[in-house]
């Protein structure tokens, strides 16, 4: 790899030693000959087994709850249900000042999406959690359920998450998260074209090839010991300490070696009902998504719907652009409040444009709860905004190199969040990989700079 | 229920174990011997993290009933090579970043030794094809291939890759 350090040389402060040189991963070695430690690679005496009963519905009223059968089968311990949790309804990133709390660790009510776990089983086997779970019976009122933003937004739409009243969320008393700049509706009106399209994505699973997972072990003291594949071990014990009312110094979170991640380990989901079921039984306790959990029930990438409509002048520049855009939460926040808040800041991409209308909704859906996957409330924007950005070159016949240089952000330039420009570097990526992949590009795009707009 | 006596060869080492009937391999390397090397992934044959050698050949341990395994020669990455050595598989993988979170690895090294044993000198489809029951989602897939036709070339003049 090569590190070119004549970019922006005179401003470089920094000699960017390691950049380009090759250094051996630290976990390479234990990586090799099976000796990383997973937190599924120990054993415990007397380890319990925890499988969830979940909702077959996509939205359905929860009429009643019989766990007597399920008691009687053989090896099975305890069951727990919505009453033996502390404080049931929360939200992960009630650490950042996201509200209301809106889901429950077992449903009680109401289940919103199909795979919401409501009973957890314990047992000395497998087996034996998976013969009882499935002998706990639960009564469904079904209700009607929506799959799509869009109809979720109309008037009449059946209400997915009482802990909102509406199926979006409420950005500071906005009905989306927006951002205004210029005046797009008249440069619509002077704009040589305008181009609407729409785009949109489906919901994109990690599929990381260790499941998601975790073990609670009961130490001395009243003390617990999780050993989890969870990337986000403090969000982990903030919200653990919090749904359980218990004291941080209780519980102890050991972990940090993942199996794949990619975002889907980010969510708070097996270790706050773990943990209560090894201080309820007083015995180490297991609960492991199975393959089929990993792809139903865990949180994919969002969906996505993406509306863009550019006003475009013949000589390249674009005027206005505004974009209408909808994250699909599923049935909970999660991660998603912030993720469209995330979307809203990365439009109208690294392109300055005089005339911004950004509206982001996070709406509420009967569907899987979305949440973090690299890049998330980005990378789906990125994917609309480029396409967008050769339709655009195509249509008035210009290069789409050259098209994307014209319009990139320079340093100085006030972007729609009303904030300048600092550290800009497009132009010269765009002129590299022109450079590398033999593409020809005119004079003025090969001069151009992100220190300056040319006149 | 019911448990067997099986007896067999694990990693070089004659093995005498008690399993339950219907129980796997995979439970017994892991939940009995405590050998982690070998991973689970899916419990139903579709990810190939479980994969160990056995007589020689590539199996997926979870869906290979421990009591089917009497006289075999089963090898899990743990024997692959004698400790504190490298096999030139988990050499050129550590080389070449063919491993990121390293849950494939096991089962990758494993299904590649199975086909540079048999075959030193395989081209790139060839590779792909001995890898194509392994999933991996972190690498792309490329540097492991990368890895493997560097080891098979190592292993075929190894006197040269020393000096
Ligand atoms: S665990 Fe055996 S193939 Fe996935
Ligand atoms: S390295 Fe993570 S699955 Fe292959």
Redesign the interface.
């Known amino acids: 790899m090569e590190y070119r350090k004549d970019y922006f040389a005179e401003t470089q402060t920094q000699d960017l030693t390691e950049v380009g040189v090759t250094r051996?991963?630290s976990?390479?070695?234990?990586?090799?000959?099976?000796?990383?430690?997973?937190y599924?690679?120990r054993?415990f005496a007397g380890l319990l087994h925890l499988k969830m009963v979940r909702s077959p519905h996509h939205h359905a009223r929860i009429k009643s709850i019989d766990v007597a059968k399920a008691l009687k089968v053989p090896g099975v311990v305890r069951i727990l249900t919505a009453k033996d949790v502390p404080q049931n309804i929360y939200t992960i990133l009630c650490l950042i000042q996201v509200e209301p709390n809106d889901e429950p660790v077992l449903a009680f009510d109401k289940v919103r999406f199909k795979g919401e776990q409501i009973v957890a089983v314990l047992a000395e086997s497998e087996a034996a959690a998976r013969d009882a779970a499935a002998k706990v019976k639960i009564v469904y009122e079904v209700l009607p359920a929506v799959f799509d933003v869009e109809e979720a937004l109309k008037p009449g739409a059946p209400l997915v998450n009482e802990y909102h009243g509406r199926n979006y969320f409420t950005y500071e008393g906005h009905h989306c998260r927006r951002v205004r700049h210029g005046d797009v509706e008249r440069a619509f009106a002077k704009a040589d074209h305008v181009v609407e399209e729409m785009y949109q994505s489906s919901p994109i699973e990690?599929?990381?090839?260790?499941?998601t997972g975790c073990i609670v072990v009961p130490d001395q003291n009243d003390r617990y010991t999780c050993y989890s594949n969870t990337q986000a071990l403090y969000f982990t014990l903030d919200n653990t300490a919090l749904i359980l009312n218990s004291p941080f110094h209780k519980l102890r979170l050991v972990g940090g070696t993942?199996?794949?991640?990619?975002g889907g380990k980010v969510d708070v989901i097996t270790e706050p009902i773990a943990f209560l079921a090894a201080m309820l039984t007083k015995r180490p306790v297991k609960y492991e998504y199975?393959?089929e959990e990993e792809m139903q029930v865990s949180s994919p990438r969002a969906a996505e719907r993406i509306y863009i409509k550019d006003g475009l002048m013949k000589d390249g520049r674009i005027t206005a652009r505004k974009v209408t855009l909808y994250v699909d939460a599923g049935a909970y926040s999660r991660h998603s409040p912030y993720g469209t808040t995330k979307a809203a800041a990365h439009m109208p991409g690294p392109y300055t444009i005089p005339n911004v209308w950004v509206d982001c909704h996070c709406v509420y859906t009967n569907r899987t709860p979305s949440s973090a996957m690299r890049g998330f409330g980005v990378t789906i924007g990125d994917f609309a905004l480029e396409v967008q950005m050769d339709k655009l070159a195509r249509l008035i016949g210009m290069d789409p190199m050259e098209f994307r240089i014209l319009n990139a952000y320079r340093d100085g330039d006030m972007k729609a969040h009303q904030k300048q420009v600092e550290g800009a570097a497009l132009v010269e990526c765009v002129q590299a990989a022109a450079d590398l992949a033999r593409w020809p590009i005119d004079d003025r795009s090969k001069t151009a700079s992100s220190l300056k707009r040319e006149v | 229920m019911t448990k067997v006596a099986v007896e067999f060869t694990l990693n070089t080492r004659e093995q005498n174990e008690f399993v339950e009937t219907g129980s796997t391999l995979l439970s017994a390397l892991r939940d009995r011997l405590g050998l982690y090397g070998t991973k689970a992934g899916c419990h139903q044959g579709t990810c190939g993290a479980c994969t160990v050698i056995i007589d020689g050949e590539p199996h997926l341990s979870c869906l290979t009933l421990a009591e089917r395994c009497r006289g075999k020669d089963v090898t899990t990455l743990e024997g692959l090579a004698p400790a504190g050595a490298l096999h030139p598989l988990q050499q050129a993988f550590m080389d070449g970043f063919a491993a990121q979170c390293g849950f494939c690895t096991p089962g990758m090294i494993l299904a590649a030794k199975c086909l540079l044993d048999r075959n030193p000198d395989p081209t790139r489809d060839e590779v792909v094809d001995a890898i194509s029951g392994n999933i991996c989602r972190c690498t792309g897939y490329e540097p492991i291939i990368a890895a493997i036709l560097t080891a098979a070339q190592g292993l075929r003049k190894p006197a040269r890759k020393r000096a």
């Open positions: 051996q991963r976990d390479a070695l234990g990586h090799v000959t099976g000796k990383t430690q997973y599924a690679d054993q990690h599929a990381p090839t260790e499941t993942v199996g794949g991640g990619f199975s393959r």
